[in-house]
């Protein structure tokens, strides 16, 4: 027993002599590749903000504490 999932790969990736899938012969063209498409569905994110330089103690609040 075949599942769904090896079904789909057997249909995409496993070829004939003469080049071409399963899925090639039953939609008459190539599938689009699965990496691309991704890329054109998911929004990345930006870069991230630089991190702030921590700020300085002020000396008269330390000395207060002291």
């Given amino acids: ?3 769904p999932s090896e079904i789909k790969q057997g249909m995409l ?4 002599k003469d080049g071409t ?3 090639e012969r ?4 190539r ?5 691309e498409w ?8 930006g870069r991230p903000v630089p991190k702030r330089s ?4 002020k ?3 330390v000395q207060a504490v002291a």
């Fill in 31 to 35: 599938p689009r590749g699965l990496f």
């Fill in 54 to 57: 921590q700020p300085q103690q």
């Fill in 1 to 3: 027993m075949m599942f």
């Fill in 21 to 23: 899938t399963a899925a």
């Fill in 59 to 61: 000396a008269y609040l």
């Fill in 26 to 29: 039953f939609f008459g063209s």
């Fill in 13 to 16: 990736y496993i070829k004939r």
């Fill in 38 to 45: 991704l890329l054109g569905q998911v929004n990345l994110p």
